[in-house]
């Protein structure tokens, strides 16, 4: 599916690409409504439908991936509640083993997250994943998501790479789709990000299911 020999920057996404991206829907789609509907006495039926409501507005934006944003929005600590089940925050199958293999090949490995500062924290608190990278790369820092050709730009202007030899793994189609109009030319998605969540079957970008498929064996320093 790869030929490593053609990649120089190896671009990787954190949430359901390294990381198990139950630990957030669980968050978002369970955990925050329940709490909600407490604080507000409502049932967890109108909870969900409130908050669902909001979250649909402005996805793909920097203030839709914002922790403070929603903790003023909705007058909770969401960093502080994320904490309460931090426990489940968990790396996917053989993602150590396929970081190994880069940080041992000739590539240049990034992590670049839409994440939140405060939510990176909580994870590598459970699964210090960074020592991996040559440098990790927050969206909120360059003030722009992925989703935006500036995210990019910036990139590029303080970490230049050749898009024509750069891979991009990530599991949000628009990410890669605004990659794609980049330039980068080897772009993957994972067919299943949510361990709790059936496969993905219609993706527009190759797909993978776990990283022991593109091992980059015998491309080492």
Known sequence: MIDWHEID????????????????????????????????????EESSEQLHGRFAAGVGTLQWYCLDHWSEQLGMDIAALKREIQHMVSIRPHA???????????????????????????????????????????????????????????????HPFDPARTLLIDDTEQVLESARRFGIAHLLTLLQPDSGRQKRVDTRFPGIHHFDEIMPAGVAR
């Open 9 to 44: 920057t190896v671009l990787l996404d954190m949430d359901g690409t390294l990381l198990d991206l139950r630990f957030d829907n669980f968050f978002w789609m369970e955990h925050l409504p329940r709490l909600y509907a407490e604080r507000h006495s409502i049932s967890a």
């Open 96 to 158: 150590l083993d396929f970081l190994a293999q880069l940080s041992a090949s000739d590539c240049d490995v990034v992590l670049v997250t839409n994440a939140h500062r405060k939510t990176l924290e909580i994870k590598m608190e459970e699964v210090d994943i960074t020592p991996w990278f040559d440098r990790v790369v927050v969206s909120h820092d360059l003030e722009a998501p992925k989703e935006e050709q500036a995210f990019w730009r910036r990139l590029q202007e303080l």
